[in-house]
């Protein structure tokens, strides 16, 4: 539950920077036979100017105890 709000939250930094965001969830993990729901991957975009190149950067984030 907590990776869902930290999604969230780093979603909304994303938006502060100018950044446009899309979620995309990625459905469901069983562990000790519970159905937990995993937080969404979120694509982010800068711009929109197709004469310049596009870089592809990766964060991981969770939210450890």
Do not use: C, F
């Amino acid at each position: 539950q907590d990776a869902i709000v930290m999604g969230n939250w780093l979603n909304g930094k994303l938006n502060e920077l100018g950044i446009e965001t899309k979620l995309v969830g990625l459905s469901t993990h069983e562990m000790q036979g519970q159905m937990l729901q995993l937080p969404v991957a979120i694509i982010g975009r800068l711009g929109s100017d197709p004469a310049k190149k596009t870089v592809l950067m990766y964060g991981h984030y969770n939210v450890q105890p």
